[in-house]
């Protein structure tokens, strides 16, 4: 069974920064892509940021500049450092990673029990 364990959540206030951690463990053959997205109250999920297996980023428009996704492939581990908070980045921050269980099998979509971020004005 995969599990994807998020940590670093937490409560800072405007202008600071956090750390947040993501961990795959389990039975998997190969992690394609990971990512981050997160859920404000009352909101859609919404997409943060992507890494490719190779190490290519993506970020959205609102994010830029400020968040770097980053991962440590030996370690299955995928990071989201978030510098410059404002308080609309308060959400549940959840990881997302695209695994392959089996030789032969088909990708498929994991994600984590999310971690909260609040960002206080």
């Known amino acids: 069974q995969v599990q994807l364990v998020e940590s670093g959540g937490g409560l800072v206030q405007a202008g600071g920064s956090l750390r947040l951690s993501c961990a795959a463990s389990g039975r998997f053959f190969r992690i394609n892509a990971m990512g981050w997205y997160r859920q404000a109250p009352g909101q859609q999920r919404e997409w943060v940021a992507a890494?490719?297996?190779?190490?290519?980023?993506n970020y959205a428009d609102s994010v830029k500049a400020r968040f770097t996704i980053s991962r440590d492939s030996a370690k299955n581990t995928v990071y989201l450092q978030m510098n410059s908070l404002k308080p609309e980045d308060t959400a549940v921050y959840f990881c997302?990673?695209?695994?392959?269980?089996?030789?032969?099998?088909?990708?498929?979509?994991?994600w984590g029990q999310g971690t909260q971020v609040t960002v206080s004005s």
């Open positions: 890494i490719t297996s190779g190490g290519g980023t």
């Open positions: 997302n990673a695209d695994l392959v269980t089996s030789i032969g099998g088909k990708n498929r979509d994991y």
